[in-house]
């Protein structure tokens, strides 16, 4: 049953002790409203379900722990989705952190029954929660500052981690694909854009963490292929303009290649 003064956040959660109780407690600090944090764990074993246990203990119903076997962090957040209640939501993966005030920001504008969505900033930090000053911030954040579909095409400059909508929306635009392991998260927005432009807002709403395990860190390029692939598949629906998008897309990805390996922080 769907509550309206709900807001349901989504973890997907393996191997991830170092900073899960970071991720956890950025989002059940958040004070206003109702809220709840449903945690997907398909069978870690550094700690994270003995750290979990102990904190439902000190933030009870509002900390669903969830520990089942799973396809990939795809099929993880559907399944927390499936067992979310909010009429607000959004997942936050667990090396990754909310921006204090975030949900008392985001509920006034997505609790309608129209389908809205919204993207903020995202700040980076590094394995030891020290911001880091980079231009690759400064660049989406540059990009991400006026929304159009076509735009979207030549680059995902939306950050997940700062991402929320309503539950119209996700009733209209369906679960993520599981099959996709690494630009999931994009193919969302572009079958969101498909249905409504989200409202931008210049807050920043997250942090993004930087580390050796994190995949962004690890598969840089295997995910900027993925995207010019997911790009390509929704260009069609634009004609022409979508085709020149993504042609624009492909010479950003071999930019983005070089940028990432001057600029990206050391994990």
Known sequence: MTSNNLISMVMPCYQQAAFLEEAVRSVLYQAGGELELIVMDPGSTDGSRELLLGLQRQYG???????????????????????????????????????????????????????????????????????????IVRYKNWRGRRFSRLKLLTEDFIPQMAVFWNRSLWELAGPLDVNRHLDMDYDLWLRFARITDPKVLTDYLADFRVHGAAKGSRQTGAQLDAALVTARQYAAELGLAGRMAVGLAYLLNWRTRLAYRWLKPKP
């Open 61 to 135: 119903k509002q900390l669903i722990l969830h520990f089942a076997p799973d396809q990939g962090q795809s099929d993880a957040i559907n399944q927390g989705f499936a067992l979310a209640r909010g009429r607000i939501m959004a997942w936050l993966n667990s090396d990754d952190r909310l921006r204090p005030g975030t949900l008392a920001r985001v509920r006034e504008w997505l609790d309608s029954d129209e389908p809205r969505w919204l993207y903020g900033r995202a700040g980076m930090i590094d394995a030891q929660s020290r911001p880091h000053g980079s231009l």
